[in-house]
């Protein structure tokens, strides 16, 4: 059993984006690729010799021999302990749950979230530091950069171990635990949430739920959590066993990749309550009978709703939501009389909020809530926490949302995302948005009289750090607003997205279709991004 010290050459393009370094399987399989990644993440650290390192991924095609190769790669560098997940499996909330609990000085989560897996598909590296979080932009920088100037890893030369089995092994002076995947989560969500009255409600035999995990990684955790410890019947849980390829689908939890879940509850006949997670389980999507919750009311209505849950009984230090969420958790936040922060996309930008006590929830419109329970979003997390409130409120999904919307009024919301742009066309269309903007304030376009226009950028209010071009934003005098950006997850070519919303007060005008109310914003977009012109496209690739 030898360190093997190996030369290598840097690969220009290992920056991590929105959520650590994304590439095609095959990318990663190329020579040293992933090794010279892992080593870079290890160069760019200090002080972890004798530490504990946590080790897991969503089970995506290469889950499996990546990990091998971090486990010899950590037991090289001098790590003392890791944690891995049984069969390499941990959920990207899980992780950040073992990373916390155990005081482990970080964690390594292979993963590429809701992008499709499988040997022609994606998968993912990302760093979490030791608050659970991912790793904040002075960290990938400091990494991407050590990918620039390797010049050799370091291995230790073993064979494999058997994650197969609860055991512990030495591999050098370095001991592997492999732990059960669902223990530590399911506890600290005991803590949090009423499970007697959950399973009251799940058991009762009068109120259905259907839980889809698409085939990924949350099958486990919500098959023990749901089924065997709140006796949800048998079938509670469909696509629940997770496959390398998630079964040749898009573990995105939206209208248009959960078809299997959104059938049953626009369905004759519907369960009470429906929901999805996605590849690595940290997004959650949440449907009433006949009826769509949108991620940014979802935050609304949790926070509105946070005190007859038992974790947050004693109220909200305060609500943070990224720049592109829709306004209508600031409403909830200014009647709670609390402050709600609007930060860059990326839940990295959360962690200083959640650490510094500012902020206990955390939501995005893409389909991620959260709260200071650990430092990742958390799918199983939300799904509970509707969950308690329904069993607590004995009301249906949609009569929750309905008064919430009387109370705060509802704010319209949709996202169009145009896939697989080429991406001098996407930056072209940026850069045009972003030339116009110091022309834009004060122009009227049909009845919108533009109030503000800029690129947003944030400053955090715990370490002071910068992050600026996050997003274009166009902000009309009637509170509606439209917001570009590219997506900092995708792997091929760009995606661009549009934001768009507005504000109704009136509730006499709370049953329009979102598309029809947001009909004139999205033609303004179009108007004044030239979408359709630059990108080639007819219609957005998927709209939630
Ligand atoms: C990641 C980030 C989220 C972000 C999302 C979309 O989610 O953690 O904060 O909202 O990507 O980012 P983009 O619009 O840049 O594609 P996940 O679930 O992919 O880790």
Avoid at 44 to 54: H, M
Avoid at 144 to 158: G, N
Avoid at 447 to 453: I, P
Wanted: hydrophobic share 35%; aromatic share 10%; charged share 20%.
């Amino acid at each position: 059993m030898s360190i093997q010290t190996i030369s290598t050459q840097p690969y220009t393009d290992q920056k991590p984006g929105t959520s650590g370094l994304r590439k095609k399987v095959r990318v990663f399989q190329q020579p040293n690729f992933l090794e010279n990644f892992i080593q870079s993440i290890f160069n760019s650290l200090e002080g972890y010799q004798n530490q504990t390192l946590v080790v897991g991924g969503d089970g995506r095609y290469y889950n499996r021999e990546a990990i091998q190769i971090i486990l010899k790669m950590a037991a090289a560098n001098g790590f003392g302990r890791v944690l891995v997940g049984l069969d390499g499996i941990l959920s990207t909330p899980a992780a950040s749950c073992v990373i916390r609990k155990n005081d482990a000085f970080g964690g390594i989560i292979l993963s590429a979230s809701h992008n499709p897996g499988g040997p022609e598909e994606d998968f993912g590296v990302k760093y979490n530091i030791s608050n659970g979080g991912p790793a904040p932009a002075n960290i990938t920088d400091a990494i991407f950069a050590a990918s620039q100037t390797i010049t050799e890893y370091k291995l230790l030369d073993v064979s494999d171990i058997d994650l197969s089995r609860v055991a512990s092994h030495s591999l050098g002076h370095m001991t592997v635990d492999v732990i059960d995947s669902v223990t530590d989560y399911g506890a600290l969500m005991e803590t949090l949430f009423d499970f007697g009255q959950i399973k009251q409600l799940l058991s009762g035999g009068q109120f259905r739920f259907c839980m889809d995990p698409l085939h990924a990684v949350t099958g486990p955790y919500a098959t023990a959590i749901f089924e065997r410890r709140l006796n949800a019947p048998a079938g509670t849980v469909v696509n629940g066993v997770p496959l390398e390829d998630f079964g040749g689908g898009h573990p995105d939890p939206n209208l248009v990749y959960a078809h299997d879940l959104v059938e049953i509850m626009f369905g004759e006949d519907a369960p009470d309550f429906g929901a999805a997670s996605d590849g690595d389980g940290d997004r959650n999507m949440v449907l009433g009978k006949n009826f769509f919750v949108t991620p940014s009311d979802s935050l609304a209505i949790l926070a509105a709703n946070a005190t007859l849950v038992p974790g947050y009984r004693g109220g909200l230090a305060g609500i943070a939501r990224s720049m592109p969420t829709s306004q209508a958790p600031d409403r909830v936040a200014e009647k709670l009389g609390i402050d709600c922060y609007e930060t860059p996309t990326g839940w990295k930008f959360f962690g200083n909020l959640l650490d510094a006590d500012k902020a206990t929830l955390c939501g995005e419109e893409s389909f991620g809530t959260g709260s200071n329970h650990i430092r990742e979003k958390d799918g199983l997390w939300a799904v509970l926490f509707w969950l308690n409130i329904l069993a607590v409120k004995q009301q249906s999904v949609e009569d929750i949302v309905r008064e919430h919307w009387r109370t705060y009024g509802r704010n319209y919301y949709s996202r169009h995302d145009y896939e697989g742009v080429e991406s001098d066309r996407a930056n072209t269309l940026i850069t045009n948005l972003r030339q116009g903007l110091s022309a834009m304030p004060s122009k009227t376009f049909g009845s919108y009289t533009v109030d503000y226009a800029d690129d947003f950028a944030y400053t955090d209010p715990v370490d002071g750090s910068v992050a600026e071009q996050q997003g274009i934003r166009i902000g009309f005098t009637d509170g509606s607003r439209i917001v570009f950006r590219l997506s900092g997850t995708g792997t091929s070519g760009a995606t661009l997205r549009l934001y768009v919303e507005s504000y109704e007060p009136d509730p006499a005008k709370h049953d329009q279709d979102t598309q029809v109310a947001l009909a004139d914003l999205i033609s303004l977009a179009d108007e004044i991004a030239q979408i359709k012109v630059l990108t080639g496209r007819d219609q957005p690739t998927v709209i939630t």
